[in-house]
């Protein structure tokens, strides 16, 4: 009778340190993923940047938030060595004649599918002023090579904001194509002129903004994009969905043997009151 | 007692861990991950200004040591003794930050300068940046004169391509003058020439300028 008394003691006395253990822990996860989802800012406290494994980035560099990146060049050469565009300060210069492009992809190493939206600005200002009338093309297009932009350039008056949504299947990876112009020939000389008159004494500045945001897809196993060749698992990472499983299966087998515990103990008090009885 | 304390115990930290899981799986649902990224250029700095005077170049009247000269009507007129001359009669200014084109298109044309003979006399005496071009040995003729007095202010001006960033700053000062009695024989010739300006064949000096500055890719 003591040694079964001992026994059940044991069982639940296991059984609240090990409810324990898995409450200090689930409290632990949850406090780091609700850290996460604060914005990534140089003022922010971010306590683990590696659960990030959707990344977007060029040839370069990883983008963060507001990230610096290399669309424009400071000058332009002719085939024949000579500089036919250079600013005056080292600035970022654009000019009739010039153009270029730039590749950026998402890349999403994670095990499930995430949904992706990226939207692109370009805007000609002058003093911090949107100018409506611009010569300057744009043209978006994603791994598809299907463009973004209707008709393939555009003049940034008519569309100032370009969207395009995708799904990224997991360990895959899209890229996107965002080329822009300044035609020499066949363009409007007169605007051209004014333009490079204006900058003389005022800020004419053209900007491009690119925005991706990813959100876990519904169907974690959706297809989209291009496979990953090798994916990089950033050490530290801590995959949440066995520890999730391992949660469910311990406390299925304690509420199991609780039921059990709890059965035993009836048929025992049962038999006490037979005997007392008798 | 004690195994009932323990008991519920159990029961409270049961549905405590299972409150936390069901959060944590909620979490998922909300992760975002958003990232951007900018640039931004200048617009090119054009700011090239052709400025020209080159109307006041010839009067319709001078005062020289003779006396005074004047038109029969208004149009500009040379004489023996006359001069004048513009300074800056073009002058273009600018660093752009673009290669450009400097196109200096000169026409001086020198008609009727000749003698009964057909040989040439042409007294003028045109100086382009203070360098005298006349008709001499190197200049043996009103076209070469001409000729080179196109190429002197086409150079003045800096005729041709420049890369981006160049100092475009150039001005070109013109001047004439028709030497008043150099000698028997030239005022002999000038003489000529006044009366076949009463005839009609009057002798000319004609001066068009025309400069574009356009921006090459």
Same mark, same amino acid.
């Given at each position: 009778?003591?040694?079964?008394?001992?026994?059940?003691?044991?069982?639940?006395?296991?059984?609240?340190?090990?409810?324990?253990?898995?409450?200090?822990?689930?409290?632990?996860?949850?406090?780091?993923?609700?850290?996460?989802?604060?914005?990534?800012?140089?003022?922010?406290?971010?306590?683990?940047?590696?659960?990030?494994?959707?990344?977007?980035?060029?040839? /370069?560099?990883?983008? !963060?938030?507001? *990230?610096? &990146? @290399?669309?424009?060049? $400071?000058?332009?050469?002719?085939?024949?060595? #000579?500089?036919?565009?250079?600013?005056?300060?080292?600035?970022?210069?654009?000019?009739?004649?010039?153009?270029?492009?730039?590749?950026?992809?998402?890349?999403?190493?994670? /095990?499930?599918?995430? !949904?992706?939206? *990226?939207? &692109? @600005?370009?805007?000609? $200002?002058?003093?911090?002023?949107?100018?409506? #009338?611009?010569?300057?093309?744009?043209?978006?297009?994603?791994?598809?090579?299907?463009?973004?932009?209707?008709?393939?350039?555009?003049?940034?008056?008519?569309?100032?904001?370009?969207?395009?949504?995708?799904?990224?299947?997991?360990?895959?990876?899209?890229?996107?194509?965002?080329?822009?112009?300044?035609?020499?020939?066949?363009?409007?000389?007169?605007?051209?002129?004014?333009?490079?008159?204006?900058?003389?004494?005022?800020?004419?500045?053209?900007?491009?903004?690119?925005?991706?945001?990813?959100?876990?897809?519904?169907?974690?196993?959706?297809?989209?994009?291009?496979?990953?060749?090798?994916?990089?698992?950033?050490?530290?990472?801590?995959?949440?969905?066995?520890?999730?499983?391992?949660?469910?299966?311990?406390?299925?087998?304690?509420?199991?043997?609780?039921?059990?515990?709890?059965?035993?103990?009836?048929?025992?008090?049962?038999?006490?009151?037979?005997?007392?009885?008798? | 007692?004690?195994?009932?304390?323990?008991?519920?115990?159990?029961?409270?930290?049961?549905?405590?861990?299972?409150?936390?899981?069901?959060?944590?799986?909620?979490?998922?649902?909300?992760?975002?991950?958003?990232?951007?990224?900018?640039?931004?250029?200048?617009?090119?700095?054009?700011?090239?200004?052709?400025?020209?005077?080159?109307?006041?170049?010839?009067?319709?009247?001078?005062?020289?040591?003779?006396?005074?000269?004047?038109?029969?009507?208004?149009?500009?007129?040379?004489?023996?003794?006359?001069?004048?001359?513009?300074?800056?009669?073009?002058?273009?200014?600018?660093?752009?930050?673009?290669?450009?084109?400097?196109?200096?298109?000169?026409?001086?044309?020198?008609?009727?300068?000749?003698?009964?003979?057909?040989?040439?006399?042409?007294?003028?005496?045109?100086?382009?940046?203070?360098?005298?071009?006349?008709?001499?040995?190197?200049?043996?003729?009103?076209?070469?004169?001409?000729?080179?007095?196109?190429?002197?202010?086409?150079?003045?001006?800096?005729?041709?391509?420049?890369?981006?960033?160049?100092?475009?700053?150039?001005?070109?000062?013109?001047?004439?003058?028709?030497?008043?009695?150099?000698?028997?024989?030239?005022?002999?010739?000038?003489?000529?020439?006044?009366?076949?300006?009463?005839?009609?064949?009057?002798?000319?000096?004609?001066?068009?300028?025309?400069?574009?500055?356009?921006?090459?890719?």
């Amino acid at each position: 009778m003591n040694k079964s008394k001992d026994n059940s003691n044991g069982i639940i006395n296991s059984s609240i340190i090990v409810l324990v253990l898995l409450l200090i822990l689930s409290l632990v996860i949850l406090f780091v993923r609700l850290a996460i989802q604060l914005p990534h800012t140089d003022d922010t406290f971010v306590i683990c940047p590696k659960f990030d494994t959707v990344e977007v980035g060029d040839n /370069k560099q990883i983008w !963060d938030l507001d *990230t610096n &990146v @290399t669309i424009f060049k $400071t000058s332009k050469v002719d085939e024949y060595g #000579n500089v036919v565009v250079e600013s005056i300060h080292g600035d970022k210069i654009i000019a009739p004649g010039m153009e270029g492009n730039y590749r950026f992809e998402i890349r999403n190493s994670s /095990k499930f599918a995430v !949904d992706t939206k *990226t939207i &692109v @600005t370009a805007q000609l $200002t002058v003093n911090g002023e949107v100018l409506e #009338n611009t010569p300057i093309e744009v043209r978006f297009s994603d791994y598809k090579g299907e463009n973004v932009t209707e008709g393939g350039w555009v003049n940034v008056n008519n569309i100032g904001e370009f969207i395009d949504e995708l799904t990224i299947g997991k360990k895959c990876y899209v890229f996107f194509n965002l080329d822009w112009r300044w035609v020499f020939e066949g363009s409007n000389d007169e605007l051209d002129t004014l333009l490079g008159n204006l900058s003389c004494d005022n800020e004419v500045e053209f900007t491009i903004n690119i925005v991706s945001s990813a959100t876990r897809c519904g169907d974690k196993n959706a297809e989209g994009g291009l496979p990953l060749v090798n994916v990089y698992t950033p050490s530290g990472e801590l995959d949440i969905t066995p520890l999730i499983a391992a949660n469910v299966i311990v406390l299925f087998v304690i509420i199991v043997l609780l039921i059990i515990e709890n059965h035993r103990r009836k048929n025992k008090k049962a038999k006490y009151k037979i005997a007392s009885k008798e | 007692m004690k195994k009932n304390i323990m008991m519920r115990l159990s029961a409270l930290l049961l549905v405590a861990v299972l409150l936390t899981t069901c959060v944590i799986s909620g979490t998922f649902a909300k992760y975002v991950t958003t990232y951007s990224a900018k640039d931004v250029a200048q617009v090119a700095k054009w700011g090239v200004v052709v400025e020209t005077k080159l109307d006041d170049l010839f009067e319709t009247a001078y005062d020289d040591a003779t006396g005074t000269v004047q038109a029969a009507d208004t149009y500009n007129i040379l004489a023996p003794g006359t001069t004048d001359g513009q300074v800056e009669a073009f002058k273009i200014s600018g660093t752009p930050e673009v290669a450009v084109n400097v196109n200096v298109d000169v026409d001086v044309t020198l008609t009727n300068w000749k003698l009964k003979d057909d040989s040439v006399y042409c007294p003028l005496v045109i100086s382009v940046n203070g360098t005298k071009y006349q008709i001499d040995a190197t200049n043996t003729t009103t076209a070469k004169l001409e000729e080179a007095v196109e190429e002197a202010i086409k150079t003045a001006l800096g005729h041709g391509n420049h890369n981006a960033k160049t100092n475009l700053n150039k001005t070109v000062d013109i001047a004439w003058e028709w030497p008043f009695s150099t000698s028997d024989a030239n005022d002999k010739n000038d003489t000529y020439l006044g009366d076949q300006a009463e005839a009609g064949n009057a002798p000319t000096f004609g001066l068009d300028i025309k400069v574009t500055v356009t921006q090459v890719d």
